[in-house]
C-alpha cells in the first residue's frame, strides 16, 4: 500500500529557511504527481506546489513563487519543498499528496494519497 511521511517541519523566525521531504513507498504504478498543501489553523487545505515525477515538471501557487522550490530524488522515491523568505502566513500544516497520472492538478480531491502532515510555524 502507498505510504507517505514526511518529516522537516518545526519553528523558524520570518526571513528564515526550512527544508520539508516526503519519502514515498509502496507506489503501484509508475506515473503519478506529487504534491504539497498546507492547512492554517482554522481554514482550508491549499495548494502549495506540485511535481510530475517522470519529467520534474513543476507548478506553484502564485504566494510562494519565487520563495519556494519543489524537488524530487528518483533513487531516494522522496520529494522535497525548500521553503525560503517564510512569513507568518506560511504557518499551518505541511500535508504531502499523491495522485497516479501526470496532471499538476491543485484540487485535494484529486489526490488519494495523503501523508499525516509536518506543522511548520513562522514566528513574526
Known amino acids: 500500500q502507498v505510504q507517505l511521511v514526511e518529516s522537516g517541519g518545526g519553528l523558524v523566525q520570518a526571513g528564515g529557511s526550512l527544508r520539508l521531504s516526503c519519502a514515498a513507498s509502496?507506489?503501484?504504478?509508475?506515473?503519478?504527481?506529487m504534491a504539497w498543501f498546507r492547512q492554517a489553523p482554522g481554514k482550508e487545505r491549499v495548494f502549495v506546489a506540485a511535481?510530475?515525477?517522470?519529467?520534474?515538471?513543476?507548478y506553484y501557487f502564485d504566494s510562494v513563487k519565487g520563495r519556494f522550490t519543489i524537488s524530487r530524488d528518483n533513487a531516494k522515491n522522496t520529494v522535497y519543498l525548500q521553503m525560503n523568505y517564510l512569513n507568518a502566513e506560511d504557518t499551518g500544516i505541511y500535508y504531502c499528496?499523491?495522485?497516479?497520472?501526470?496532471?499538476?492538478?491543485?484540487?485535494?480531491?484529486?489526490?488519494?494519497?495523503w501523508g499525516q502532515g509536518t506543522q511548520v510555524t513562522v514566528s513574526s
Open positions: 509502496g507506489l503501484p504504478f509508475s506515473s503519478y504527481t
Open positions: 511535481i510530475r515525477w517522470s519529467s520534474g515538471s513543476t
Open positions: 499528496a499523491l495522485r497516479q497520472g501526470a496532471l499538476l492538478s491543485m484540487d485535494t480531491q484529486r489526490y488519494a494519497y
